[in-house]
């Protein structure tokens, strides 16, 4: 009985070190997701300087880097690590995958050190890009400076050609931002850390990974808050037309009997 005991206990300590040693791993990742919500809230807290809400609610996919910083003080190269999601075809968010940012030619403000950046994916080919293999800005997928605010709304749709939008957040200012030439791709040693070894970023946009950690859960929830349109669904690019009201019932016609 003793021995049961003890090796119930061991059995026990050893559990508690391997979880504890698994969170231990997965904080900084924790840590980067609630970094980007607490980006996303920021950004879309003022309309007026907000992403247009049309993109948001047509959009493929959507990363957050935050915290992207100067790598270097010669060339002024950036280096950041996000996250990304997708949604899928019934305009639903999937779990983030990690990514990483880097490249020399980020068109942020002289003198800042450190920065947040948002991409916008407004075509599947961008998101294509991204699921299988690192891409380059600019180069495998067209990319522009993102508009902002609500007089933006109106020519989104029909002024604006490239793939993939860029903003910045930089002392409380948020605009669109030049990033051609930076190279984004999956940070698979991140995703092992948080969905377990062999974990892809395709398995994790399709949901093939159970229960996610909180933070990267609220990640996923805080983006359907922001983009989930309330007229139809997200990705339906032809909302219903209104029904046609019935025709109004006719009177019926009745025919006058002849003579008698």
Request: proline content about 7%; hydrophobic content about 40%.
């Amino acid at each position: 009985m003793r021995r049961s005991l003890v090796f119930l206990a061991s059995v026990l300590l050893a559990c508690s070190c391997l979880l504890a040693q698994t969170a231990l791993a997965a904080a900084p990742e924790l840590k980067r997701a609630r970094d980007a919500i607490a980006v996303l809230d920021k950004v879309m807290r003022i309309p007026e300087q907000s992403i247009p809400q049309s993109m948001l609610d047509n959009a493929h996919a959507i990363a957050i880097i935050p915290n992207v910083v100067k790598a270097g003080f010669m060339f002024g190269g950036r280096f950041g690590r996000g996250l990304i999601s997708v949604r899928g075809p019934d305009g639903v968010w999937s779990n983030p995958s990690f990514v990483t940012i880097a490249g020399g030619s980020f068109g942020f403000q002289a003198g800042v050190q450190s920065t947040d950046v948002v991409l916008v994916f407004v075509t599947q080919h961008g998101v294509d890009s991204i699921v299988h293999s690192k891409f380059t800005l600019g180069v495998d997928a067209s990319v522009a400076a993102g508009p902002v605010g609500r007089t933006a709304e109106a020519s989104t749709d029909e002024k604006l050609k490239a793939e993939i939008y860029s903003y910045s957040r930089a002392r409380g200012l948020f605009a669109g931002v030049a990033l051609d030439g930076a190279v984004l791709q999956i940070d698979r040693r991140s995703n092992e850390a948080i969905y377990g070894s062999y974990a892809t970023a395709q398995g994790i946009f399709d949901g093939k990974v159970s229960n996610p950690p909180a933070p990267i859960v609220d990640f996923r929830d805080r983006l359907e808050e922001y983009s989930a349109s309330k007229r139809y669904r997200p990705l339906d690019r032809n909302p219903p037309a209104p029904q046609s009201e019935a025709p109004a019932p006719q009177p019926a016609q009745t025919t006058p009997i002849k003579g008698g």
